[in-house]
């Protein structure tokens, strides 16, 4: 079974500061994982995604993260907070079958202060 | 590409009534997922289909909920009788293949009174 948990539902960074919202997964096989970014009354949209290869993954809007296998970690960083980055994020795992659910956290708020 | 498109974007209706809500997923995926939110529950995946067949509906809440994919560009989640309790986003969803994230609709927000 798989599962992912996210430190801290409300994250708030001053504008210019580095972001770092924190995610951590439980899977038995290597897994698929996922950053989704959901704006208020929009859908999730993915922000980046690791499946294999360099563990240190650029996605969209400036926004990185690093699979750590040793830390089963997958924490989304940002040297710079926008406040377009104010917004609901979402850490997922799934597994490298077809038939493979993907497992979202309960989210973390992020809130940019001027 | 337009998208996931999922009408209505808002919908209002008494309890008792059945709510029919629709799907259009991206062209050639061949993954689709319905998903419901709400802030106590989060992100809750209520069924799956994989080349319009249904793989896993183990989410679905109880018989009230049903959903369909007659065919590859079009799906319904039906409830019937609605409850104040089925208030939520629902989201569609649809991907591509395994490894590939999910795109997901701009939802339907369903208020039950």
């Known amino acids: 079974a798989q599962s992912v948990t996210q430190l801290g539902s409300h994250v708030s960074v001053s504008e210019g500061a580095l972001v770092l919202l924190r995610c951590n997964y439980s899977s038995s096989v290597p897994p698929y994982l996922f950053w989704y970014v959901q704006y208020p009354n929009q859908g999730l949209q993915l922000l980046l995604k690791?499946?294999?290869?360099?563990?240190l993954v650029k996605g969209i809007n400036g926004f990185e993260a690093e699979f750590k296998k040793s830390e089963t970690s997958f924490h989304l960083t940002k040297p710079s907070a926008h406040m377009s980055d104010a917004a609901e994020y979402f850490c997922?795992?799934?597994?490298?079958?077809?038939?493979?659910?993907?497992?979202f956290g309960p989210g973390t708020s992020l809130s940019v202060i001027p | 590409d337009a998208g996931v498109i999922q009408s209505p974007r808002h919908e209002v209706t008494e309890m008792g009534q059945e709510v029919t809500l629709r799907c259009k997923p991206i062209s050639g995926h061949d993954y689709l997922f319905w998903y419901r939110q709400t802030m106590m529950r989060g992100l809750e995946l209520l069924i799956y289909f994989n080349n319009n067949v249904p793989i896993d509906d183990s989410g679905m809440p109880e018989d009230r909920f049903s959903a369909k994919m007659p065919n590859a560009s079009f799906s319904t989640l039906k409830i019937q009788p609605s409850e104040p309790r089925d208030s939520a986003v629902y989201f569609c969803?649809?991907?591509?293949?395994?490894?590939?994230?999910?795109?997901f609709g701009s939802g339907t927000r369903l208020t039950v009174v």
């Open positions: 997922a795992v799934s597994g490298r079958t077809s038939y493979d659910k993907v497992i």
């Open positions: 969803a649809s991907r591509a293949g395994t490894g590939y994230g999910y795109t």
């Open positions: 690791y499946t294999t290869g360099a563990t």
